[in-house]
């Protein structure tokens, strides 16, 4: 294979060595020199494909720490109700009816309490009496169902909260049509196999997914996959030469079966990998539902809502220990970040391990300063996703200024010393483009931003070493994988507030050009 020589760049490698060069080399799928135009005159041949940059910004790759790809797909595939109020919402929805078969349910997702305070069953039975309408809220935690959905679940007032689960009721004791964390897993199951087993439905929704990433420089997912089927469909893809990311695939602790039968499937080490086993310690801020130390704004008895015991925290602890698997636990409220290092607190004996183990806690919006250090004596990585600045001011809602104010922690964290990644949660956040989500983390008004370069440094570096990846990819090193993106300008010195309006001119993967820009 010829080499391909990138030239005339502004190329950051956020190596140490190297910090900066105007030169880079692939041969192969490999990185084999970086460094002035001078040192490539050896690999320089009649078959060498040089690329002018123009002065262009090549940096590493972007990897989305932490995503749903095939729920992507979906969700893009279907109306976005985010920031719409109620009547916007039906007159969405009225358009997107036209487009279905009779009888077909409306399914649509971004909805949130600030634009729609008060959703009720009855205003989607007004226009809808006789058709499925399923709308997740934006985090996923939440539904709003109609009347006749709620009748195919045989949810009545007479209808149990499910352990663990909400189903709201109104002043009479009905059904709001609005459930909450377990309470509507059975819909989100239902469409999760629906997406992962019917084969064209998956082919469709993952293409749609990839499409969006190359567009965007996202050249690796740390990806919920949860289904075998699915991870053999991202093996195919591989096998055909038709992926264009690379994929690190994770189990959910409470589809066994399935854990079990993904955790033992034969993985490509660079392309489609086997990543953590994931679980919920507990819910949202917007769903009243993630744990915290002080009860939210307004209600003096609500902490929010573990998703799991602390008895079978303990064991699914003990468990990852035992077969040397690494955790990444969904913990949003301080609560939960507490209730999980207080769980550790219990395996001292096995420090060293759980260190080597690298847990991961996702998302960890709210921490409580104390236990900064206890997170990082342990090595515990952050994987956060800055898409959830996009509304400080729902947060002052639901949690009162002061915790508000010291949310999401970033800067915190990586003063305190703990290894930090950035990603999206894409569709649980409908933000996901990487320079919009770095734009956030650094122009937000408060001490917690942080610099350009540390911003790319955790879409990078950061999500590199949160799968074990930090000897092949994260940097633009010899030696490493060729996952690059080309920017139309340098987000480490160009003014903060023109992060977003950079654009993705290109995407390489594995030394090809993915994705290209027309303009």
Known sequence: MSDIIFENGNIVTLDEAIPRADCLVIRDDRIAYVGGADGATPYRTPRSEVIDLQGQTLVPGFNDNHLHAVSTGDYFSRPILAGLNPDQIIEKLKAAAKELLPGESIQGSGWDYPSCPNPHRKLLDRHFPNRSVILFQYSGHS????????????????????????????????????LKERAVYPIHYRRLIEMNLKNKLRTRLFDKAMALFRENGITSIQDNTWIPFTVNHYKRLHKKGELTTRVSCWSYGKLKLARFWLEHLQFDPLWVRKG??????????????????????????????????????YHVIQTAIRQGRQLALHAIGDGAIREFLNTLENFKDDRRRVRDLRFRLEHAQLIAPEDLPRLADWGILLAVQPSALIDLKKDRGLLGEERANRAYPHQSILKAGISLSFGSDVPGESTFKPLELMHLAVNRNSIENVTPLQALCAYTKGSAHAEFMESEKGTLSPGKLADGVVLTEDPTTCP??????????ATIVGGKMVFRSET
């Open 143 to 178: 539904a709003w169902l109609n009347s006749y959905h709620l009748k195919k679940l045989k949810i009545s007032s007479r209808t149990p909260d499910p352990p663990g689960g909400i189903i709201e009721r109104d002043s009479s004791g009905e059904p709001t049509g609005i």
């Open 276 to 313: 953590p086993r994931k679980y919920f310690v507990d819910g949202t801020f917007s769903s009243r539902t993630a744990m915290l130390t002080e009860p939210y704004r307004g209600e003096p008895n609500n902490y929010g809502l573990p998703s799991i015991a602390p008895q079978n925290l």
């Open 496 to 505: 903060p507030d023109r992060i977003k309006d950079i654009r993705v001119a």
